[in-house]
């Protein structure tokens, strides 16, 4: 016999009788009011968009687990880094960082990368990108630096002037830049792509030692990057290839995965290194911290559905377990609160009780309640303040994190350490990119920076010079640009940059 047909009802769960036809006084209307069934389907579909992210608007997501391959217990005491084997659960979000939702898989923008680690501890999140570094090391630049990435509030276009106009005001760019604008900047798909945490994190053990360190996650499909021909190209074939492409190949069980990489600096090298290792435009170089393998993560269950699970998926680098916490990484401080905030707002107050926020492994047990679509049973009859004599959940003083010892004095200080912020565009210009690599590199500059105005141009290109003779010369050539004016330009950033005081440089 076949199944019972299902009937169709409100959200309430009342049978609707009809979902053709709208009730009307007579045949030719006009529309009730009392259509209750007709006000809650349109007052339903006008709320159907939740806000858009304001960054990482556009991505794509998975499930799958994470498994510990080395010893790393005498770094950190987070459990589920305690044991080789051990798999913990996680959701994996990719992104891109500057375009909006409907935006092409394929631009040359940063890609994010983050992860949720569903541990008996409590939810861990590692919020990165694609990249080792950022754009900027101080979070009050941030939302200025994200209006210039956006559209121009007159034209409602992409606006090269308002692009250019600052990363030239804001040189400690010019590392980020660099990797944009190489092939790095347009990944073939999420699968072929690195993940890197990019800030500095700490790591203590049970016996409170404390530790730097930097996460690094190298994807084991190999690393495969799209030209600026090619990537344009995928942008009008296919804007949405590379979500696509992860969906596809997690249904062919060619599962995609990645061999996760520490960086570790013991606490007392951080105040006697040649900069600022907090600093988030600077990597560490390998030679002076080389990466340990971790484990390795995996890849294997496609969300049942985009909006519950990837859309709703709301990831911060506030949330740590035991063993893991924050740095004075300026950047990564303003996360801290930015993220939660933008979660609350997108998605409400409780957002941390939808199923892929929510933690698997633990219950949550707390005296916060009440809000916007508190969907639980809000506790029941629980008491909701502490302290309290009635069994409620105590502070668990194992969880302490050893203290860090801070001092100076309030104020907004210019960033002071004496170090070159060129230094390592200019290395990697010079000796990670092969000449190919290299010409890609002033190609794809040249043809976004020709549609600024001539004095970015300029101001730009004496960054570019600053950071490698070659690399600022070939750009200057070829938007036939003075470089004898360049390389007065240039002089006038190494004062500044000797200075650290990068106000009107260009004067």
Same mark, same amino acid.
């Given at each position: ?21 709208t ?8 529309? *009730? *009011? ?6 809650e389907?349109?007052?339903h #579909? ?40 051990k ?24 890609r994010? #990368?983050?992860?949720? #680690? ?34 121009n ?35 073939k ?13 700490? &790591? ?38 590379a979500?696509?492409d992860?969906f ?9 995965? &990645? ?11 951080a ?8 600093d988030?435009?600077?990597? &560490? ?8 393998e971790?484990?390795?993560?995996v890849?294997n +269950?496609?969300?049942?559905?985009? #909006? ?30 930015a993220?939660?905030?933008a979660?609350?707002y997108?998605?409400?107050?409780n957002?941390?009780?939808l ?16 809000? @916007?679509?508190r ?6 009859n ?5 302290p309290?004599?009635f ?17 100076g ?18 290395? /990697? ?8 690599e +290299?010409?890609? /590199? ?5 043809s976004? /920076? ?5 004095e ?8 570019? @010079? ?7 010369? +070939? ?7 003075? /470089? ?8 006038k950033l ?7 005081? @990068?106000?009107? &440089?260009?004067?």
């Amino acid at each position: 016999m076949a199944d019972k047909k299902k009937k169709l009802s409100t959200n309430f769960g009342a049978p609707v009788s009809n979902d053709q036809n709208t009730m009307t006084a007579g045949a030719r209307g006009p529309a *009730l *009011l009392q259509d209750v069934h007709l006000i809650e389907k349109l007052a339903h #579909f006008n709320r159907e968009r939740i806000p858009e992210r304001v960054v990482h608007a556009k991505g794509a997501g998975a499930g799958g687990y994470f498994e510990v391959t080395n010893d790393v217990t005498n770094y950190t005491k987070a459990k589920f880094l305690s044991e080789v084997g051990k798999k913990t659960e996680v959701f994996v979000r990719f992104s891109t960082v500057g375009g909006e939702k409907g935006s092409a898989d394929a631009e040359r923008d940063p890609r994010g #990368f983050a992860v949720k #680690f569903y541990t008996e501890e409590g939810n861990y999140d590692l919020v990165g990108n694609n990249t080792p570094v950022f754009f900027i090391r101080d979070p009050l630049k941030f939302p200025d630096f994200i209006h210039t990435q956006k559209r121009n509030p007159a034209t409602n276009t992409k606006d090269p002037d308002m692009f250019w106009d600052f990363l030239s005001l804001t040189p400690e760019s010019v590392h980020q830049v660099t990797i944009l604008f190489s092939d790095r900047g347009t990944p073939k798909t999420y699968r072929h792509m690195n993940g890197y945490g990019s800030h500095t994190f700490k &790591w203590y053990n049970d016996k409170d030692e404390t530790f730097w360190v930097k996460y690094h996650f190298k994807t084991d499909q190999g690393n495969q990057t799209l030209t600026q021909e090619e990537a344009q190209t995928m942008c009008g074939k296919d804007p949405d290839h590379a979500t696509r492409d992860l969906f596809n190949a997690i249904e062919r069980k060619e599962y995609p995965s &990645w061999t996760v990489q520490v960086q570790i600096m013991p606490l007392e090298d951080a105040g006697k290194y040649k900069f600022d290792p907090f600093d988030v435009t600077k990597v &560490w170089p390998h030679d002076d911290y080389p990466p340990i393998e971790v484990g390795r993560m995996v890849l294997n +269950r496609n969300p049942g559905n985009y #909006f519950a699970e990837v859309e709703q998926a709301a990831f911060s680098p506030g949330n740590f377990v035991p063993g893991i916490s924050a740095s004075p990484d300026k950047m990564l401080q303003g996360r801290l609160f930015a993220y939660h905030d933008a979660h609350r707002y997108r998605l409400g107050p409780n957002y941390h009780l939808l199923p892929v926020n929510a933690p698997k492994a633990v219950k949550m047990d707390n005296y916060q309640r009440d809000g @916007y679509m508190r969907f639980d049973g809000n506790e029941g009859n629980k008491y909701h303040y502490y302290p309290n004599t009635f069994g409620g959940p105590e502070p668990d003083s194992s969880a302490k994190e050893p203290p860090l010892e801070i001092s100076g004095a309030a104020d907004r200080h210019k960033y002071s350490y004496q170090n070159d912020d060129f230094v390592q565009a200019g290395e /990697l210009f010079r000796k990670v990119m092969t000449d190919s690599e +290299r010409d890609h /590199l002033i190609g794809n500059i040249v043809s976004h /920076l020709v549609n600024a105005k001539k004095e970015l141009q300029i101001r730009q290109t004496a960054i570019f @010079y600053k950071s490698d003779t070659d690399y600022g010369t +070939r750009i200057s050539n070829n938007l036939e640009l003075d /470089l004898d004016e360049i390389k007065k330009l240039s002089e006038k950033l190494t004062v500044a940059n000797e200075k650290m005081d @990068y106000t009107n &440089w260009y004067v």
